[in-house]
C-alpha cells in the first residue's frame, strides 16, 4: 500500500531482540478519556460510533502521538468488537461502561452468534488502521490488538463488567463442551481478524487476555492457553502462507503470575506484565529469549512527578537494557494529568539509556 517509511522501529527492535539504544515506551489506553481532546470528540460522538469511522478511530489515535514522545501507537478500538461481529449487541452505557443487553445465558443461545462473513463487519477496523498508517507518516509504528477468546467469553456470558466473572466460570465447570466451542469460535475469528490487521498496516499486535486472573491454573490450561496458543501460532502461519513478513506479536494476560513460564513457550515474541509481577523474577521464570512489556503500577501517575521519575528509574533497574518494552501494568486511568503522562514518557527515555 506504499506505506511512508518507517523512522521509529525502537519497539519493534525490542521486541525481536535486537539492540535498542533505549527501551521503547508506549501506554495501554494511551488513547482515550484522560486526554481532554478526546473528551471533546466523545462530546459529539458515541463510543461504538468512534470505532466504526475510520477518520474519528484514526484522528483519536493520533492524539497522543502528538502530545507525547511515544514509539508507539495502537489504533483506537474496543475488544467488544469482536463480539459484535458475531451479532452480538453491545452498548457504551454512560457510568456503566460496556452492557449486553443480551448475554449468553445458556449453551443454546450459541445457536444466536453467527461466524459467517464476521470478519467482513470489522472492515472499518482495518479501513482505519490503513488511514492511521499513511497518517503518522512513518513517525512510529502502529499496533494493532484483539481480546483473548476467555476474556470475550466472560464479557459474552456476564453481559457486563463483573468483579468475579461467576457466571462466565459457571460456563467453564457445568458448561465445558459449549464453552469450548465458544472459545474455539472466538480464536477463529481472531485469527482471521489479526492477519486482516496486518494486512491493512499493523506492525505489531497484542492480544488481551485481561481476564486471566479470574483463572485458577487448571482451569487456565484448559480455557485460555490453548487458545491464546492456537492465535500466535495460526496468525503467524498463515502470514507467512501469505507471503506477509511476520510482525511481532504481545500477550497480556493480567494477573496470571502462574503461567509465564507457560506463556514464554507458546511463541509470542512479547509477554506483557501487570504491575504486581515482579521484573526480575520474571525475566528469571521467562528466559531470554522474549520481551518483557509493563509494568508500573498506573495509579503511580498520581505520584508527583519528582517521585514519578524515582519509580521509573527503579522500574528500569530492575527490568534491565534488553528486551524490555516500558509501559504501565495495565490501562492508564481516566483522571490522571497528562503532564504526568509525558513525565513517565520522558523519565522512560532518560533512565533506559544504554550505557
Avoid at 92 to 118: H, I, Q
Avoid at 189 to 201: E, F, I, P, R, W
Avoid at 343 to 352: D, G, I, L, R, T
Amino acid at each position: 500500500m506504499n506505506f511512508p517509511v518507517l523512522q521509529n522501529d525502537l519497539i519493534l527492535r525490542a521486541a525481536r531482540g535486537q539492540p535498542t539504544e533505549r527501551a521503547p515506551v508506549w501506554v495501554m489506553r494511551q488513547a482515550g478519556r484522560y486526554l481532554p481532546e478526546f473528551r471533546k470528540m466523545r462530546e459529539k460522538h458515541g463510543f461504538f460510533d468512534i470505532c466504526q469511522t475510520p477518520e474519528l478511530a484514526c484522528e483519536i489515535t493520533l492524539q497522543p502521538i502528538r502530545r507525547f514522545p511515544l514509539d508507539a501507537a495502537i489504533i483506537f478500538s474496543d475488544i467488544l468488537v469482536v463480539p459484535q461481529a458475531l451479532g452480538m449487541v453491545v452498548e457504551m452505557r454512560p457510568g456503566e461502561g460496556p452492557v449486553f443487553p443480551e448475554p449468553l445465558n445458556m449453551p443454546d443461545d450459541l445457536d444466536k452468534l453467527c461466524s459467517k462473513d464476521s470478519v467482513e463487519k470489522l472492515q472499518y477496523v482495518f479501513d482505519a488502521l490503513t488511514l492511521t498508517r499513511h497518517k503518522l507518516e512513518g513517525k512510529v509504528p502502529l499496533l494493532g490488538f484483539t481480546g483473548a477468546p476467555w476474556t470475550l467469553m466472560s464479557y459474552m456470558i456476564e453481559g457486563k463488567g463483573s468483579k468475579t466473572q461467576a457466571k462466565a466460570k459457571k460456563w467453564l465447570y457445568q458448561h465445558p463442551e459449549a464453552s469450548q466451542k465458544l472459545l474455539q469460535m472466538i480464536t477463529n475469528l481472531n485469527v482471521d481478524y489479526l492477519v486482516g490487521q496486518v494486512k491493512a498496516g499493523a506492525q505489531m499486535l497484542q492480544v488481551f487476555e485481561s481476564h486471566g486472573e479470574f483463572l485458577t491454573q487448571e482451569l487456565f490450561d484448559k480455557f485460555s492457553l490453548p487458545y491464546l496458543t492456537a492465535i500466535v501460532e495460526q496468525v503467524k502461519g498463515k502470514l507467512k502462507a501469505d507471503g506477509i513478513p511476520e510482525v511481532p506479536m504481545t500477550v497480556f494476560a493480567k494477573g496470571a503470575h502462574f503461567a509465564l513460564e507457560q506463556l514464554a513457550r507458546t511463541g509470542y515474541d512479547v509477554i506483557g506484565l501487570d504491575w504486581t509481577m515482579n521484573p526480575e523474577s520474571s525475566r528469571a521464570r521467562v528466559g531470554n529469549n522474549v520481551t518483557l512489556q509493563g509494568n508500573l503500577d498506573p495509579c503511580a501517575l498520581y505520584a508527583p512527578k519528582e517521585e514519578l521519575a524515582e519509580k521509573v528509574a527503579k522500574m528500569a533497574l530492575a527490568f534491565g537494557s534488553h528486551r524490555w518494552i516500558a509501559n504501565l501494568g495495565h490501562g492508564i486511568y481516566p483522571d490522571v494529568d497528562p503532564d504526568h503522562m509525558e513525565a513517565f514518557v520522558e523519565a522512560v527515555q532518560k533512565f533506559s539509556v544504554k550505557k
